[in-house]
Nanobody, 122 residues
């Protein structure tokens, strides 16, 4: 069993930055890949970024490439999403997720957090 708790969301003006954190507990953090997804009102949950077990491999959605960076600290059991140059269209609930099957861009992850709201004003 893995428990995931996101934090760091909030209200920010367009062009601003936020860093989301996801703290994990339960099974060994370094044994699973991590991902970030987001869901805006009335839309499906979409992939944002993923990172492999060690942190050496990452994948970022085209829509956020160059603006968002995913990283992890296995010593702290935490994964981060650094979001820069935020746009109003980035407004969504952001979820972190854990996968024992490796990095994936689909929602086929094993565990999910409750989400944290990010709102970008224009």
């Amino acid at each position: 069993q893995v428990q995931l708790v996101e934090s760091g969301g909030g209200l920010v003006q367009a062009g601003g930055s936020l860093r989301l954190s996801c703290a994990a507990s339960g099974r060994a953090f370094s044994s699973y890949a991590m991902g970030w997804f987001r869901q805006a009102p009335g839309k499906e949950r979409e992939f944002v970024a993923a990172i492999g077990y060690s942190g050496r491999s990452t994948n970022v959605a085209n829509s956020v490439t160059g603006r968002f960076t995913i990283s992890r600290d296995n010593a702290k059991n935490t994964v981060y999403l650094q979001m820069n140059s935020l746009k109003p269209e980035d407004t969504a609930v952001y979820y972190c997720a854990a996968s024992f099957g490796g990095m994936a861009t689909t929602t086929q992850y094993d565990y999910w957090g409750q989400g944290t709201q990010v709102t970008v004003s224009s």
